[in-house]
């Protein structure tokens, strides 16, 4: 036994007098069932199954039995146009022991029932009510300085829906919705109520949806009530394939109380609209969109109100197949308890694709691109706060080249293929920066001006080979890469990666893989000159399956060997070791599975699981 008080007797009766009955019961249930479909048209499943599970940890062991019962059935009324109803019954009974001296023994009761019921599913008006009903019970037995005792949790958590839809002679489609749930426990009592409407509409040229939604939650406990009311409006208008405008209008408001003093109010809107313009045989295309947005709250803080109109547009011009550029404009302003700002951006892009050349086997391009930004900002000065926040004006620039290169080749043999690349980018760019800010400037009112040049260089180069022979297949991968920065703080990355796997077929009913993956990478950091940071890695994995296991016709053996990591500088950072065996059967309706699980850790310590299920379904 596992624990120094026995278990007692009436519980191994009981599961083994349960177990057998039902599974008596469910090896009859073919011959009712072909009768009562006979007769009343009902569709009767199910299942019957039981579980155990064992653990060993840190010198504790611990045993799970579990039985689980589930019943499902389905009919139609009088016709299948006219009404179906659906009943799912589910229960589930479980036993726990463990060495543990906290909670040395453990029993679990779980039932679920489900029911559904719908009226005229094929028609325009559609109904269907739901019901469900979850209730576990956990009974603990704790071993405290007073002695055994015992600790009883119920929870329970029930959910009604209701749906009602209905589809216009014109195709609109709308759908009301009613959904109540509650979760009780010991520890808390939680109520959630939401309601809906759903409407949508597709034209030849335009569609729009509407969505509405009505959310009240309460948490009786804690007496904290919140209330939401949220309704979006979509619309689209596709009067081609070229030209695209949509629409959206949205409106939320919610209040929320806290332990019934605390209350809080809030309410937002946004109006917004975007069009996209691309002709199918013009080298330009024009995009681009204007919002505005308002929001209030009030709270035990004070009140507070926001809002904001942003445009951008956005034009795309391609002169030809190699050259592209873009331009991107916007502006927003915003005004926040009385204080306003102004933000836009100016950005400018042009690039040149080369087309590919080739070099005997290799594939070679390049591209160059460039670009230029500039931003400006503006919030107004409050004198009214306190302290006083003065008036603040903030311009930058930005310009930048890169230029990138990339070369490839592959070869296919008849074993096989492999590849070979490499690329290398390099970009330079300057960043020019005018802020004024009286609080912060040594002299007010005089501008601070900062001169930002970064250069970088990236490059990387890869090797694949897939090699198919003796009956199996060999992926080879490495890739190594470095990326660097020319500046006072300049910073360095080198990453160095590899990979092998091989998938042996040994016969048509067995296979075996294994893996292997190493990774190491180096950071130079000016903030750290006498120190490189190095990390290294690697894991290894091997796998065997075989499908007619002992001989045995449909026998599934699979067993898994994994090592996280090998090449940890300390030995407490490598990875844990886990060696994984499966069995798996399968015939008819009978299903039984057995696994069996070691994890051994850097320590020594060993983990030992195993689990063992069937099921039988009817």
């Known amino acids: 036994m596992l624990v120094n008080k026995p278990v007692s007797s009436w519980k191994a009766k009981f599961f083994l007098k349960c177990f057998l009955g039902l599974s008596f019961i469910s090896i009859g249930q073919p011959f009712a069932r072909a009768e009562i479909i006979d007769l009343s048209q009902l569709n009767i499943a199910g299942s019957v199954g039981y579980t155990y ?4 940890s840190s010198n504790v062991e611990s045993e799970v039995n579990a039985i689980r019962v589930n019943l ?12 179906t109803m659906s009943a799912g019954l589910g229960l589930g009974l479980a036993t726990s022991e463990s060495t543990s001296s906290n909670a040395p023994e453990n029993d679990f009761t779980s039932s679920n029932v489900n029911l559904g019921f719908a009226v005229f599913p094929l028609s325009r008006f559609p109904f269907q009510l739901t019901y469900s009903l979850n209730r576990n019970e956990t009974d603990s037995l704790s071993d405290s300085v007073d002695g055994l005792s015992t600790i009883t949790l119920v929870t329970t958590a029930r959910r009604l829906g209701i749906t009602q839809g209905y589809t216009t002679n014109d195709r609109t489609h709308i759908n009301f919705f009613l959904n109540i749930s509650d979760f009780e426990s010991l520890f808390s009592n939680f109520q959630s109520n939401v309601a809906g409407i759903r409407v949508n509409k597709t034209y030849a040229k335009q569609r729009y949806n509407v969505d509405g939604n009505f959310i009240n939650n309460k ?57 996209s ?5 013009k080298p330009y295309s024009v995009s681009g969109g204007v919002r505005f947005s308002k929001s209030t709250t009030d709270n035990s803080v004070g009140e507070t109100e926001s809002s904001s109109v942003g445009t951008g547009l956005t034009l795309a011009y391609r002169f030809s197949r190699q050259v592209r550029s873009t331009l991107a404009l916007s502006v927003t302003a915003s005004e926040s308890d009385g204080r306003q700002s102004v933000n836009a951006s100016e950005i400018a892009s042009i690039g040149f694709f080369a087309a590919p050349i080739t070099f005997g086997d290799f594939f070679y391009n390049w591209n160059v691109s460039g670009s230029a930004s500039n931003s400006s900002s503006k919030i107004d000065g409050n ?6 926040e003065p008036e603040t004006n903030t311009d930058s620039q930005n310009a930048s080249i890169s230029f990138g290169h990339a070369a490839s080749t592959s070869w296919v043999f008849s074993s096989g293929n492999s590849s070979l690349g490499f690329s290398q980018n390099m970009s ?25 040049l970064t250069k970088s260089l990236s490059q990387s180069m890869y090797s694949t080979m897939n090699h198919q022979a003796w009956g199996g297949n060999t992926v080879l991968t490495f890739a190594i890469s470095d990326s660097r920065t020319f500046e006072d703080d300049a910073v360095s990355f080198q990453l160095a990666s590899f990979s092998l796997s091989r ?19 180096r950071t130079d950091d000016p903030a750290f000159p006498d120190d490189s ?4 890695s690697a894991a290894a994995g091997f796998a065997y399956r075989h499908s007619r296991f002992l001989g045995i016709f449909a026998l599934t053996y699979s067993a898994t060997l994994v090592q996280e990591s090998l090449l940890a500088d300390d030995e407490a950072e490598k990875g844990n070791l886990t060696w994984t065996n499966s069995l798996a059967y399968a015939i008819g309706l009978l299903s039984v599975k057995l696994n069996f699980r070691i994890i051994e850790s850097p320590d020594g310590e060993r983990n030992v699981g195993a689990n063992f299920s069937a099921t039988r379904s009817f």
């Open 53 to 56: 599970s064992y653990a060993k």
């Open 72 to 83: 499902n059935g389905s009919s139609v009324i009088w016709q299948p146009w006219f009404a």
């Open 219 to 275: 948490q009786n406990d804690v007496g904290s009530e919140s209330t939401n009311f949220s309704i979006t409006a979509v619309h689209g208008y596709l009067p081609s394939t070229e030209l695209g405008i949509t629409s959206l209008l949205s409106f939320s408001q919610s209040e929320s109380t806290s332990s019934g003093s605390s209350k809080s109010d809030s309410n937002s809107n946004q109006v917004s609209a975007n069009a």
């Open 277 to 281: 313009w691309r002709p199918g045989h």
């Open 383 to 388: 004198t009214e706060a306190v302290p006083p």
């Open 428 to 452: 330079v760019s300057k960043s020019f920066l005018d802020e004024s800010d009286p609080a912060s400037t040594p002299v007010p009112g005089e501008p601070v001006e900062e001169d930002d």
């Open 503 to 521: 998938n042996q077929g040994i016969n048509r009913v067995s296979s075996a893989s294994g893996n292997f993956s190493f990774q190491a990478s």
């Open 533 to 536: 940071d190095i990390t290294k």
